[in-house]
């Protein structure tokens, strides 16, 4: 990774200093950082009438946020912006900018001005069970209901989110899509007890560390993600390999297809579409995790959230070994 600025730094670093460095950040944060120096690079041109050097001033700074929140950019687009900024600072050896208490204060404000309500709701237990039964209405085939139900499943128990089982398009690269090979089903007397879902990928992963998901068979067999699991595994063929949810053996399910799935068996099932989306089995995680008094930390190494991110999802005021009754 590169930054304009001072290049008596780079030029004093051995190529093996370069490559750890590089590797500190994970290859999307790499292009958010990219995507923010060159974001303010016409910020600076364009203001300026010169290309920028570091170090960043506090004037500066404060007016390339305001040029963001002119240009209708979201409060999380400006904060990853100027964390890609900050980044690039301290890399060449200057105080970072955002703890300036005049830049947190502008960067408040710009959240306080464009603060709208999150209205997905959460996806419960008891919510996951009417969906399960919408399917066999609404799902045209004995597998896609086979799947859906796994999917459905699997992504409240396991915390998923969208784009580790589908994906935007049939050959769309996503090193995040969860594959057969990350499956583990484990059976007593021929039925499924528990599984687990081990992660080598996922969104703000930057180490070589995996995690894996234990879950166990629940009583309540119509949630259950081991036994849907079992089930669609069966149909889809346990030897093969390739995506985890595909409906032709090789290309993974397009998220297309899963959220008009999931749409209808909303409707079907007499609730909002507007209210209740894909990430709404993530956030009816959460908030049952955090409902059974499972300390915060714990919910976001099952969640795989950064830092605190996951309190956002937190409605009121995995699972190991715990059934949750209906």
Known sequence: ?????????AASLTSTARQLIAASVSE???LAYSTAMNSYKRFHLQMFGSE?????????????????YDQKKSPNTISTYLAGLAHGQKMQGYADPLQCFLIKNVLKGVYNLSASPDVRLPITPAILKKLMISLCHTAPHRFDQYMLKAMFSLSFFAFLRVGEITSKSPHCRNKNLLQVSNLCLEKTHKKPQHMSLTFHNFKHHISQKLIELYITAQTCKSICPVRAMSKYMK????????PLFTMDGSLP?????YITQLNQALSFASLNTSHYKSHSFRIGAATTAFQCNIPEDHIGLMGRWRSDAVKRYFRISVFDGMQINI
Request: glycine share 8%.
């Open 52 to 68: 920028f050097k570091f170090p960043l001033t506090v004037a500066k700074v404060v007016n390339y946020i305001a040029w963001l």
């Open 1 to 9: 990774m590169s930054y304009q600025g001072s290049t008596t730094l």
């Open 253 to 257: 399910v397009s998220q297309a297809f």
């Open 235 to 242: 149909l889809r063929n346990n030897g093969a390999c390739g």
């Open 28 to 30: 999307n944060t790499h």
